[in-house]
């Protein structure tokens, strides 16, 4: 059944794809060995290199966020290598169950599902054997997002790799691979980066580059010597996702247009807004700590959140972000970020107030708190 106007696509990714990238990428595939190709591949590297912050290769998949997590493993450890991995939610836990699987040895530090890595707590589960610190720096299950620039600081001197999850902040919240010495920053296509999913990102430091030549898990296609080799001429080293690349060509070119300050800085102010009106429903956001409150989402704590989210869906036609893991129907999620304005996130809390009351959720006025923000 046809409904009319555009629907409200509010998960934490993917996000709404912008015009502008949905016309960029329709138009015709060309020869991803041929001349014109080489261009286009050094702009979407040099890029990415922007975007991430850092001077060093930036590798490009054609594969979702999960495939990107995987390559930052392959390349950098080898087979029983201790690993910290910090419980931040259910990416954090995904994350570490992929570790596993690949035949690390995860020391686990439990969390709440509320706070995010803890600098403190990494810096005492240290020792001479840890290889590497993994990090989920927006987790997207909870709206928390981890202080990336103190776990590095916490690490010291200590040789073990930082890699770091930036999948759903990359492009929303503020982030620097270089400035804050991070080995692996790990990024998707479909949430900050306004494309569809399909594309993943790895950004490579010279630590990182270096442990890759002494890492033994075994890996083929997520290997990242030939794709950097490849990349020096502008391709790739099997077929490169030509359309995707040019959606992500004008990704990048509105970035710059906004520049990337602007863009943390919208998406802040969104995310403030979001938690005026969380307030004013008398509701609570999951997110406890001030310093860690997410740019790019807000998770609220409700009982019975998946039939909200039901008449939600139903009557305007809007589609919020459910609790995944044990935050299941414990609470939803709004998605904040990518191509997103002001009137769009009125829309937004505008149909949220609305599905709450009419799911019979005794709630309080959030919308005019909000729109208070979004006037300021
Ligand atoms: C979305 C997301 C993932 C998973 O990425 P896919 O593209 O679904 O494979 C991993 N980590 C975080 C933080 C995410 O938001």
Redesign the pocket.
Known sequence: MHRPGRHFLQI??PTNVPDRVLRAIDAPTIDHRGPDFAKLGHEVLEGMRWVFGTESPVVIYPA????A?EAAIVNTLSPGDKVIASETGH?AT??REMAERLGLDVVWLEGDWRHGASPERIADALDDDVRAVMV?H???STGVTSRIADVRAALGDHPALLLV?T??SLGSIDYRHDEWGVDVTVG?S??GLMLP?GL?FNAVSQKALDASRDAKLPRSYWDWKPIIAANEAGFWPYTSATNLLYGLREALTMLREEGLEHVFARHARHASATRAAVHGWGLEVLAVDERELSGALTAVLLDGSDEVRRVILERYDMSLGAGLGKLKDKVFRIGHLGDFNDLMLAGTLAGVQMGLQVAGHDVGDGLTPALEVLKG
């Not at 979702?64 to 495939?67: A, F, Y």
Request: hydrophobic letters at 30%.
């Open positions: 934490p990714g979702s966020g999960t495939g997590w990416f995904l994350w989920v927006n987790e997207t999850d999948i759903s998707g479909q949430k999913a993943s």
